[in-house]
C-alpha cells in the first residue's frame, strides 16, 4: 500500500494490484484528484505496474508528497528503515 497527499487535493491511496482511492474534501476535489491519478497513471506500462513504478508515477504529479510505503520485508530490512535508524 502507497499513501500520497496531493497538495490542495487530498489524499490516494494505492492498495496494488490497480486498486486505488482518494480522499478529499468535496466531491469536486476527489474527481479533479480522480482524474490526475488517472492521467499520471497512463505512464505505467499496463501489466508491468510494480508499487515502485506506481509510486514514481504518483510522486509525478504536482504537489504529491509521499505519506507512506508499506513493504512486506521484516522490520530493519527496508532501506528506509535503516535510514532511520
Do not use: K
Not at 469536486?28 to 501489466?47: F, I
Not at 510494480?50 to 510505503?69: N, P, S
Amino acid at each position: 500500500m502507497i499513501s500520497v497527499a496531493v497538495r490542495g487535493y487530498g489524499i490516494v491511496i494505492w492498495e496494488g494490484d490497480g486498486e486505488w482511492r482518494t480522499f478529499s474534501t468535496t466531491d469536486a476535489m476527489s474527481a479533479t484528484l480522480a482524474a490526475r491519478v488517472e492521467q499520471a497513471l497512463l505512464e505505467v506500462e499496463p501489466g508491468t505496474a510494480t508499487d515502485e513504478t506506481v509510486c514514481a508515477a504518483l510522486l509525478g504529479i504536482a504537489g504529491a508528497h509521499l505519506m507512506a510505503v508499506e513493504c512486506d520485508h521484516g522490520p530493519g530490512t527496508c532501506g528506509s528503515d535503516s535510514e532511520r535508524n
